[in-house]
């Protein structure tokens, strides 16, 4: 069994930071593609960022040159770093990652539960 748990959601005012973390945890062979989402009030999920086994990264434009994404293959972690937060940015964010489980052949797509983060003073 896989999960992905995500952490450091929260409120924050207009201006500040917060770092998003995605664990994932359980039988874990090896995990590709990363990306985080966010889904705000009454709008569709997009896709925040994406980050690749080998280190390539990619934003949606909103948030670039704000966000950061990084990984930690050792510890089996994603990080979202962001800063200088905007009202905008107020979404349940969720963590989804591609992983080849122990004793199968197959990858899967696996989500977290989400984090809420609320911008606003």
């Known amino acids: 069994q896989v999960q992905l748990v995500e952490s450091g959601g929260g409120l924050v005012q207009p201006g500040g930071s917060l770092r998003l973390s995605c664990a994932a945890s359980?039988?874990?062979?090896?995990?590709?593609?990363m990306v985080w989402y966010r889904q705000a009030p009454g709008k569709q999920r997009e896709l925040v960022a994406s980050?690749?086994?080998?280190?390539?990264?990619n934003y949606v434009d909103s948030v670039k040159g704000r966000f950061t994404i990084a990984r930690d293959d050792a510890k089996n972690t994603m990080y979202l770093q962001m800063n200088s937060l905007k009202p905008e940015d107020t979404a349940v964010y969720y963590c989804?990652?591609?992983?080849?489980?122990?004793?199968?052949?197959?990858?899967?797509?696996?989500w977290g539960q989400g984090t809420q983060v609320t911008v606003s003073s």
């Open positions: 359980g039988s874990i062979f090896r995990i590709f593609g």
């Open positions: 980050i690749t086994p080998g280190g390539s990264t």
């Open positions: 989804n990652a591609a992983i080849r489980a122990w004793g199968t052949n197959t990858v899967q797509n696996y």
